[in-house]
């Protein structure tokens, strides 16, 4: 009777360099085999570990992780094929080589081995020459699996890495998109003359709008919408600088207000304002980006508006009968060239009207067969919401504006002034 197994030692030994030497498992009955097989695979550059049966080769294999596997078929207990199917399930991290020694040679045989995992097989009585052939053969496939491992191994680190730095940018955009919606500290504000609705929605983290109003005394109200061009974090900064050109509490900075002699403060003709604010960000800006812009100046006594355009969609009037009125020069966007020329024009508003002021976003909406809400689109939506007043609109708008595209992520930023006038002008 043989011996079920041969002690091994778990731990492999390493060459002059240092390097890991690599492990070959030898599983044969026949002790004399073993020490054959043994004795030329160390000196191939193995270190080599026995075992007696399938049982005991699989009881080592679950302690240490063989390079190559030697095994006999024909074994009793737990043969060859077996212990390949076995070895295969052991669900280890690096790949093992297995062939098996065998005399059989019919097809059938040969397809259930490679059915149970073996990567090769060699014919008993064993030739160490075809052997070592084999093995070499083997060994390069086990060399391309260590580096495609480490490849992975890398990559995994990799994806770590960028998932943490992911992470960390997430939160900062989150915190960006925050203090971007601060800008627009109040969306909704009544006054005895009127009411002012905002809306800023970006379709990423931060955007490149900004919408906002300002008072100059009791009877002016500034009004004005930004669509820089872009998207994304340089878009947002350029709408941070822009929203202290405009500031409403603090007037000394708002460019489009000057001071009177009594102290006090009125806004500035928005066609002067509109050539202030190019110069500005063409002399102490050192960016790429342009943008569009409207502003108007409310008489709240009267109901006038004067208005300049820059390259932003044309204003939407809304009578109180439903109405709908769309006019404006269209002009050249901000911060292009120098001395750009802008004009300005006049609309009225009567009580129970109201001012819609918004970006490209809302016009050049994306339906779901492709085709944009356009100008067309918009007069529609406000016809249907012609009762619905106040923040509700802008709820409302979105909510069409989703219905229209098909989802509720849209292409670009969103952005919108409402303006409805109360007062009833002047005699």
Not at 205 to 214: A, I, M
Not at 251 to 265: C, F, I, K, M, R
Not at 348 to 358: A, E, I, K
Request: aromatic fraction near 6%; charge should be negative; charged fraction near 25%.
């Amino acid at each position: 009777m043989q011996a079920p197994a041969t002690s091994y030692a778990p731990m492999q030994s390493a060459d002059a360099s240092g390097k890991r030497r690599r492990l070959a498992l030898v599983v044969d009955d026949s002790r004399l085999q073993r020490h054959i097989l043994s004795k030329a695979v160390r000196g191939w550059g193995f270190d080599v570990i026995e075992a007696a049966s399938g049982d005991a080769a699989l009881k080592i294999c679950h302690d240490v992780t063989p390079d190559l596997v030697l095994s006999d078929w024909m074994m009793p207990g737990m043969n060859g094929l077996e212990f390949c199917d076995a070895f295969r399930k052991l669900g280890r991290e690096d790949y093992g080589y297995f062939i098996l020694l065998t005399s059989k040679s019919e097809k059938e045989e040969i397809a259930r081995g490679l059915e149970a995992g073996a990567d090769d097989f060699v014919s008993k009585p064993v030739d160490l020459n075809e052997l070592r052939a084999r093995i070499t053969a083997g060994d390069r496939i086990l060399q391309m699996q260590r580096e495609l491992t480490e490849k992975n191994h890398l990559v995994s680190q990799t994806l770590r890495e960028l998932q943490r730095l992911y992470d960390s940018i997430d939160k900062d955009l989150l915190e960006a998109k925050k203090l971007q919606q601060s800008l627009v500290r109040e969306r909704s504000v009544v006054f005895d003359q009127g009411h002012v609705s905002l809306l800023l929605r970006s379709s990423g983290h931060v955007g490149g709008d900004l919408v906002g109003f300002f008072r100059s005394g009791d009877d002016h109200l500034g009004l004005y919408a930004i669509d820089v061009s872009g998207h994304g974090i340089s878009s947002a900064l350029m709408t941070a600088r822009l929203a202290g050109y405009l500031s409403s509490t603090a007037p000394d900075q708002n460019v489009a207000l000057e001071q009177t002699e009594e102290g006090t403060h009125r806004i500035r003709p928005p066609l002067a304002v509109m050539q202030t604010i190019n110069n500005l960000v063409l002399n102490e800006m050192d960016t790429e980006h342009y943008f569009t812009m409207i502003l108007a100046d409310v008489d709240l006594s009267t109901g006038k508006v004067v208005l300049a355009q820059a390259g932003h969609p044309h204003p939407v009037v809304q009578r109180k009968g439903g109405q709908i009125e769309q006019a404006g020069p269209g002009g050249f966007p901000v911060g292009l060239i120098h001395d750009a020329q802008f004009s300005q024009f006049d609309l009225h508003l009567r009580p129970g009207d109201r001012l819609l002021l918004c970006s490209d976003g809302v016009t050049e909406c994306p339906g779901g067969t492709g085709d944009l809400l356009a100008e067309e689109g918009l007069e529609e939506i406000m016809h249907n919401l012609q009762d619905v007043t106040g923040p509700a609109f802008f709820e409302a708008l979105i909510w069409k504006l989703s219905e229209f595209a098909g989802n509720q992520d849209f292409p670009d930023d969103v952005s919108g002034v409402l303006f409805e006038y109360q007062a009833r002008p002047a005699a």
